[in-house]
């Protein structure tokens, strides 16, 4: 590795587990000053770094200065295989903004790049696999680095919001064989399955383990009271919307999706609209976000739209194949 006197003295290791208050302030120092209005709690990163599966001492990347936490990233290599077939590695990282132009940034991309294809030949044998980053807005500092790194655009996603209380929603004509209802805890596996259908044709989706779909069920930012199901007579759930609060007067729309059996019968504008009801009325929110896949076979972009949806930001995923397939 080439020396460079302005990061030698830095130590590189693995994050741990009592990094979490340095970590929240280290990512919510990097959504601001990117631009991204991201924020994450103590609770959420304290989950973020006990995902069920996660081994940090083979997943992650830390980079102190003395004592304090001024870089990471991780690889989070999915369980299951994308529609395609293929191992999909997921690479969050960030530098913090004052020390970024020194070739930390660099270093960590190299070393998780590592890291995703010994984890995905491991893993997912016989597999090819892809990489996946988040290349952020339009003129983010790390979108240089992917393209010097040979990765490219392969997708965008819109950040939508609404305002509250907004043009009033009405309520949504009703569905033969068709309840509306709050989830419960009970339904934690029946949403799963759900989401499980509903995302099967999507692109780069992959299931996730039931232990890491609980984790996100229970998480502290979870706002049940506010998220709606769509069930037919026998209790299978057709349609969902999920609802999590990660900063104050925002409600955002964490998942949303329909079985395809059940599209075009207007079962995913109920569930939504029923959302949009709720939040209003309780006088919490100043308005809903959610983010949307900009190629979405489905037209979700043009439902929000019709419910008052406008975009607001637009984030762009940057990929690359891993450099063989695992064997």
């Not at 569905?175 to 692109?203: E, K, N, Q």
Request: glycine letters at 12%.
């Amino acid at each position: 590795m080439t020396a460079n006197s302005e990061i030698d003295h830095l130590t590189w290791d693995t994050l741990r587990l009592e990094d979490v208050e340095q970590l929240c302030s280290l990512m919510n120092a990097i959504g601001e000053a990117d631009g991204t209005g991201e924020t994450i709690s103590l609770a959420s990163t304290r989950e973020f770094l006990g995902t069920p599966g996660t081994d940090l001492d083979r997943e992650s990347i830390a980079v102190r200065e003395g004592d304090r936490l001024i870089a990471y990233g991780c690889v989070d290599v999915a369980a299951q295989p994308d529609r395609e077939g293929r191992a999909r590695c997921r690479l969050p990282g960030g530098v913090h903004p004052s020390h970024r132009g020194r070739g930390i940034g660099g270093r960590i991309l190299d070393a998780q790049q590592e890291i995703a294809e010994r984890l995905a030949a491991a893993e997912h044998p016989g597999r090819a696999g892809h990489m996946h980053v988040g290349g952020g807005l339009e003129g983010a500092d790390v979108r240089p680095l992917l393209t010097a790194r040979g990765f490219a655009p392969v997708r965008s996603f819109l950040e939508m919001l609404r305002e509250l209380p907004g043009e009033q929603v009405a309520p949504s004509p009703s569905i033969a064989g068709v309840d509306l209802r709050t989830p419960g805890d009970a339904d934690a596996d029946s949403v799963h399955a759900a989401h499980v259908a509903a995302f099967a044709d999507h692109w780069g989706s992959a299931p996730s383990s039931p232990q890491r779909w609980a984790h996100m069920w229970s998480a502290s930012t979870r706002r049940p009271e506010f998220s709606s199901l769509a069930v037919d007579g026998e209790g299978r759930v057709l349609a969902y919307v999920m609802t999590d609060v990660w900063e104050d007067r925002r409600l955002y729309i964490a998942l949303v999706g329909t079985r395809p059996e059940a599209r075009g019968r207007g079962i995913g504008t109920a569930v939504l609209a029923r959302t949009l009801r709720l939040a209003a009325a309780s006088g919490e929110f100043d308005d809903v976000q959610l983010e949307v896949d900009g190629a979405s076979l489905t037209g979700a972009g043009r439902l929000y739209e019709r419910l008052g949806f406008t975009r607001d930001k637009e984030f762009t995923l940057y990929s690359r194949d891993l450099q063989k397939e695992a064997v």
